[in-house]
């Protein structure tokens, strides 16, 4: 009886022209979306590769020079983008995607797509994420709303349920009818998805977990729209209800928690926090003068060490060691200030997460985030993975100052004090990590969790109105 109820329902569906035009227009929708954001990422892929590889040649083609001019001169990291980014891009736009790194400085990353794009691309970009986060539930609004008040409506239910079907037939059946008008709506997410991970281009578990929460986050809202229509006798006031839902639930909560988050949590502004830093660092003392009081302590230890009274009889270079010295505390308190910086954004972050318990659509990006690699510790690990790569190269150029270059040359006239260019040659190019699947699992749990919950609590509530339906007709 039950697949009676949804076949019945799929012809009505076939027989609804706007139904059919808006189900091909989702589809073209989601096509579109899908190859541009999927061009757009291989693009913005390649172009930062080769920027890397660029970077990396200008860096060990310098000419033999003294090792602290390598130290100003710098070099820069790019962030590959994830292949899921073409899904759902999170906050890769808003967030930078390239790193300088030098000597005696902790940058943040800059170029940012929301800086260099039109202000439009703040209101959203249109993915396949968007369309399945925005647009997939108002189709199922408009479409689904009069499923069991259309019944009412015309007078069947009476007949229907004289006839022997049960309440609970009818609205499993409607239900049943709408999961498979979803089913159709996700068909084009899916294969894209699918196609990735068996090409290669994505890992398997990062596009399941894509799938599953997408797939429930169509269905609580199949569940809701069928909810929605048994509770009322008229698919008008059905229909309102559920734009009212939909403008709260996807429109507004999404802007007005974050907004809320940000105001309980304060982040200090970047000047701010530019001065503290250069307080703070000054306080540090001048790792270019070996015989500033603040590296005295330094200097005796190091006296003392090789059992010698003067500076010149070190068997190494005293200024290489004070730099690398001084760019372990200058690191030490760059690192403090960043990960407070940090800390602060991810405190606003969990706000929002426990804001997913009340709004399932909070909880589907987070999951959507998650799995895609474009979450805040998707860019968190990219600067912590930055800077540790940048202190290596930094305390690796220092050392060669240490032991290549001999104290008693420094400052000579006549003394260029430069090594061969082959020293930086030999030092290994950055290589960005992506998250393991078990730190993308847990990352994702709460959320997937919420989506759950919400799942079971309106299947219960489904069918326990679905058969009280009979008696409020009665």
Not at 260 to 274: D, G, I, K, M, Q
Not at 310 to 337: I, Q
Not at 434 to 440: L, N, S
Request: charge should be positive; proline fraction near 4%.
């Amino acid at each position: 009886m039950i697949k009676r109820i949804a076949l019945e329902e799929w012809r009505a569906l076939a027989r609804d022209r706007a139904a059919v035009v808006g189900l091909l227009l989702l589809t073209v929708l989601m096509l579109v979306a899908a190859l541009t954001a999927y061009e757009q990422q291989r693009g913005a892929n390649a172009e930062r590769a080769r920027y890397q590889a660029q970077s990396n040649h200008e860096f060990q083609a310098q000419p033999d020079r003294h090792p602290h001019r390598m130290v100003h001169y710098g070099h820069f990291l790019f962030r590959p983008v994830n292949p899921l980014a073409a899904f759902d891009p999170g906050i890769d736009g808003y967030t930078g995607s390239t790193l300088f790194v030098e000597g005696h400085q902790q940058n943040s990353a800059n170029f940012g797509d929301v800086r260099q794009t039109s202000l439009l691309l703040r209101f959203g970009q249109l993915t396949p994420a968007f369309v399945l986060q925005v647009l997939a539930p108002l189709l199922l609004v408009f479409f689904g709303h009069a499923a069991v008040a259309r019944e009412r409506e015309s007078g069947t239910l009476r007949v229907l349920l004289a006839q022997g079907v049960a309440s609970r037939q009818l609205v499993l059946g409607k239900l049943l009818a709408l999961c498979g008008f979803t089913a159709l709506m996700l068909l084009p997410a899916l294969a894209g998805l699918a196609w990735m991970a068996a090409s290669g281009h994505a890992p398997w578990l990062p596009v399941l977990l894509l799938a599953a929460g997408y797939t429930g986050w169509l269905l609580l809202w199949s569940l809701g729209v069928v909810l929605v229509s048994t509770l009322f006798a008229r698919g008008r006031d059905a229909l309102l209800v559920l734009l009212a839902v939909w403008t709260v639930a996807v429109i507004l909560l999404p802007r007005w928690i974050p907004d809320l988050a940000s105001s309980a949590v304060a982040l200090p502004t970047r000047y701010e926090n530019v001065i503290n830093v250069q307080r703070d660092y000054l306080a540090l003392g001048d790792s270019h003068n070996p015989q500033d009081p603040k590296f005295a302590a330094f200097r005796d230890g190091l006296l003392k060490q090789y059992n010698v009274t003067r500076v010149e009889d070190l068997p190494v270079n005293l200024k290489g060691l004070v730099s690398m010295e001084g760019e372990r505390r200058s690191t030490e308190l760059f690192n403090r200030y960043a990960a407070a910086g940090m800390d602060r954004q991810q405190a606003q972050s969990r706000l929002i997460d426990h804001a997913g318990w009340l709004s399932p659509a909070l909880a589907l990006r987070r999951l959507s985030m998650t799995a895609s690699g474009t979450d805040l510790a998707s860019f968190r690990s990219f600067l912590e993975q930055g800077e540790a790569y940048r202190y290596a190269l930094i305390q690796g150029l220092n050392k060669l100052h240490a032991e290549e270059v001999h104290y008693a040359d420094e400052g000579q006239a006549g003394k260029e004090n430069r090594i061969s260019n082959s020293h930086w040659q030999g030092f290994p190019p950055f290589h960005y990590r992506q998250a393991q699947v078990d730190e993308i699992l847990l990352r994702a749990a709460p959320a997937g969790a919420a989506l759950i919950l919400w799942i079971l609590a309106l299947t219960g509530l489904t069918w326990w109105l679905g058969g009280r339906l009979g008696r409020a007709v009665r």
